[in-house]
């Protein structure tokens, strides 16, 4: 079992910057992919960034890229997500998830999840 815990999460205006942090505990995460979705009321949960295991690869959605940063410590067993140049449709739940092999954008192959932390980004 791996158990996720997000936080970094917050009210800032437009153009400013965030950084969350997904903390692990369970199990070594450098086993692990992990994954940053994010989710609003109504709609589905939707990918932002993946990170592999050791680091080295990383993939991003394309309203994302260039705005947004993935990485991880191992050491700390923390992944992050930093977010610059907020947009108000930033705004929604942001979730990590973790996969054996995986950091890509389909929801249903992570296996573990966080409760989320939320992010506001007002005009």
């Known amino acids: 079992q791996v158990q996720l815990v997000e936080s970094g999460g917050g009210l800032v205006q437009a153009g400013g910057s965030l950084r969350l942090s997904c903390a692990a505990s369970?199990?070594?995460?450098?086993?692990?992919?992990m994954g940053w979705f994010r989710q609003t009321p109504g709609k589905e949960r939707e990918f932002v960034a993946g990170?592999?295991?050791?680091?080295?690869?990383?993939t991003y959605t394309v309203s994302v890229k260039g705005r947004v940063t993935i990485s991880r410590d191992n050491a700390k067993d923390t992944v992050y997500l930093q977010m610059n140049s907020l947009r108000p449709e930033d705004t929604a739940v942001y979730y990590c998830?973790?996969?054996?092999?995986?950091?890509?954008?389909?929801?249903?192959?992570?296996?573990?999840w966080g409760r989320g932390t939320q992010v506001t980004v007002s005009s």
């Open positions: 990170i592999s295991g050791d680091g080295s690869s990383t």
């Open positions: 998830g973790a996969a054996r092999t995986y950091f890509g954008t389909v929801y249903s192959k992570y296996e573990y």
């Open positions: 369970g199990r070594t995460l450098s086993s692990y992919g």
